[in-house]
Nanobody
């Protein structure tokens, strides 16, 4: 079955860095569009970054210039490098996989990893 397992969250001071990882299984990773989203406390989940199958990427305005999304198809893993972290970057980061299977597209989410940023 499809599994997405995030890791790398933790406590960091404002201005610091973290690298999140999401390791996938149960589907052909190279055929999936992978993305990260943030659910801050008391808020809805919001898009952070996306990387397509060809390696092209897109970012939320809040992440552009500070965060970098990357994928390693050999390791079935997508990364989110987060630099210059701010308190408003805190929350649960989840990765999402979207991939085709036959004529249909499927979407799966991981459980998330918690990021805390102290000011």
């Amino acid at each position: 079955q499809v599994q997405l397992v995030e890791s790398g969250g933790g406590l960091v001071q404002a201005g610091g860095s973290l690298r999140l990882s999401c390791t996938a299984s149960g589907f052909t990773f190279s055929s999936a569009i992978m993305s990260w989203a943030l659910q801050a406390p008391g808020k809805q989940r919001e898009f952070v970054a996306l990387i397509d199958r060809d390696g092209s990427s897109n970012y939320a305005d809040s992440a552009r210039g500070r965060f970098t999304i990357a994928r390693d198809n050999a390791k079935d893993t997508v990364y989110l490098q987060m630099n210059s972290l701010k308190p408003e970057d805190a929350g649960a980061y989840s990765c999402k996989a979207q991939f085709p299977l036959g004529p249909n597209w499927y979407e799966y989410w991981g459980q998330g990893t918690q990021v805390t940023v102290s000011s």
